[in-house]
C-alpha cells in the first residue's frame, strides 16, 4: 500500500474545496486498486469537504493542531476538535509552521503527547535546511527532530505514526530531492525510530516538490511509503497523475 496525502496549504474557500474534493473522488472512482489518499484542506472547510468525502475511499486530515486540550486559547482548535469536524489525519511540526509560528520541538512533542491519546493519525514532519545538509548534518538533525518529536510519547502496537521526510529546501522550490536522497533519509529514520523503540505501526512519505511528473520516481521505491505534497496536490491533473503513479506501483509491484 502507498499513501497520498495532499497538504492544500492556506489554498482554496470553501466552494472551491468542495469543488476540488470532488474533483478529486472524479479521479479515483471506479479505480478497484488505489493508495490510500487524504486530503488536508483549510479549517474553515473541514466541515464541508467531510460531507464530500462521506462513505468514500479519501480521508480527511488537517493541517496543524493546538497544544492544550480546551480552553482560553484563541485561535486555536484542538484535536479532540478535529476529530469532532471528523478528521482522521493531522500534520504536526511542518516546517512552515516550525519556522512561522514558532513551532520549537518542544511544541511538537506536547502536540505528539495529545495525539497519542486520540485514534486520529499524526503526520509528523521532519527535514534539514539546506545548510545543515551542506555541513552534512541532516541525517544527525533529522534523527534528533525524531527523538525530539517523540519524547515521553506512548505508541503502542495499535497506534500508527506517519513521519514525513520533507526537506526544507525541497518545498515549495521545484527542486525535490533525488529518490536516492529520501530513500537514504528514510532508512536513517525507520533506524532512529527503532532506536527510540517506536512500537507503532510507521510509514515514511517523502514531500518536497512532489508533482505528477516526479511521484512515480519516489513511489516505485520500496523504502518510500507515500508522498506529501502540497503545491501539486490543489492541481486536479497534477494530483491526479500522482495517484495513478501510486496505483501504477502497486499494480505493478503487487504492493
Ligand atoms: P510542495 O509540494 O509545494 O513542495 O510542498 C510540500 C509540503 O510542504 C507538503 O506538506
Given amino acids: 500500500m502507498k499513501t497520498i496525502i495532499g497538504n492544500w496549504k492556506m489554498h482554496l474557500g470553501i466552494r472551491e474545496s468542495i469543488a476540488h474534493a470532488r474533483g478529486v473522488l472524479r479521479s479515483v472512482m471506479g479505480h478497484e486498486v488505489l493508495p490510500e489518499i487524504v486530503i488536508c484542506p483549510s479549517f474553515t472547510a473541514l466541515s464541508e469537504v467531510r460531507k464530500v468525502l462521506v462513505r468514500t475511499r479519501v480521508a480527511l486530515g488537517a493541517q496543524t493542531m493546538g497544544t492544550e486540550r480546551f480552553g482560553a486559547f484563541t ?5 479532540a476538535q478535529l476529530d469532532d469536524a471528523g478528521c482522521g489525519f493531522v500534520i504536526i511540526g511542518h516546517s512552515e509552521r516550525r519556522a512561522m509560528n514558532g513551532e520549537s520541538d518542544a511544541v511538537v512533542n506536547a502536540k505528539m503527547k495529545l495525539i ?3 485514534s486520529l493519525v499524526p503526520i509528523l514532519c521532519v527535514g534539514e535546511s539546506k545548510e545543515s545538509r551542506v555541513a552534512g548534518k541532516a541525517e544527525e538533525f533529522v534523527a534528533q527532530q525524531l527523538g525530539a518529536a517523540l519524547r515521553g510519547v506512548t505508541l503502542t502496537k495499535a497506534s500508527r505514526l506517519v513521519v514525513a521526510y520533507e526537506p526544507i529546501w525541497a518545498i515549495d522550490t521545484g527542486v525535490s530531492a533525488t529518490p ?4 537514504a533519509m528514510h532508512g536513517v529514520i525507520r533506524e532512529a525510530l527503532r532506536t527510540i523503540g517506536v512500537g507503532a505501526a510507521v510509514q515514511v512519505l517523502y514531500g518536497g516538490s512532489v508533482d505528477g511528473a516526479n511521484a512515480y520516481s519516489f513511489l516505485r521505491e520500496p523504502g518510500i511509503d507515500g508522498v506529501l505534497v502540497g503545491g501539486a496536490s490543489v492541481k486536479i491533473h497534477e494530483f491526479e497523475a500522482i495517484v495513478n503513479a501510486g496505483r501504477d506501483v502497486m499494480i505493478a509491484q503487487n504492493v
Fill in 75 to 79: 485561535g486555536d482548535v484542538s484535536v
Fill in 116 to 118: 497519542a491519546q486520540t
Fill in 180 to 183: 536516492a536522497d529520501a530513500v
